[in-house]
């Protein structure tokens, strides 16, 4: 994602005002998903490191399985909303291809 702001930038460019103001822009929200990128791969690191640590005991009696049944339900809404997203944008810029290579024939 930030690749593709990062070209859109570089594609406007900033010869007019309202060109720099789209190029910082884009260069802000790509540098916004590069944090995110980097922070999701910190926190990928630390939970492959705790897969070392040594099985702790579990008090079943303290599980709340409403509470886990509540939260698997959303956690399953968050995902398939997400891949939706994902597949969604995916088309989207297949789209694009598919009339750029139009516009390339003339």
């Known amino acids: 994602m930030a690749d ?3 070209a859109h930038a570089r594609w406007v460019g900033s010869a007019t005002p309202e060109a720099r103001l789209e ?3 884009m260069r ?3 540098a916004g ?3 995110i990128g980097e922070a999701a791969g910190r926190a990928a690191e630390t939970m492959r490191a705790a897969g070392d640590l040594p099985a702790a005991p ?3 009696a303290r599980f709340d399985r409403g509470a886990f049944e509540a939260w698997m339900r959303r956690k399953i809404e968050l995902q398939r909303g997400f891949a939706a997203l994902l597949l969604e944008h995916a088309e989207a ?3 694009v291809l598919r009339s750029m290579a139009v516009d390339d024939r003339g």
């Open 4 to 6: 593709n702001l990062e």
């Open 23 to 25: 190029h910082d822009a």
């Open 28 to 30: 802000r929200v790509a």
């Open 33 to 35: 998903y590069r944090e």
């Open 58 to 60: 579990h008090d079943l």
């Open 93 to 95: 810029s297949e789209r």
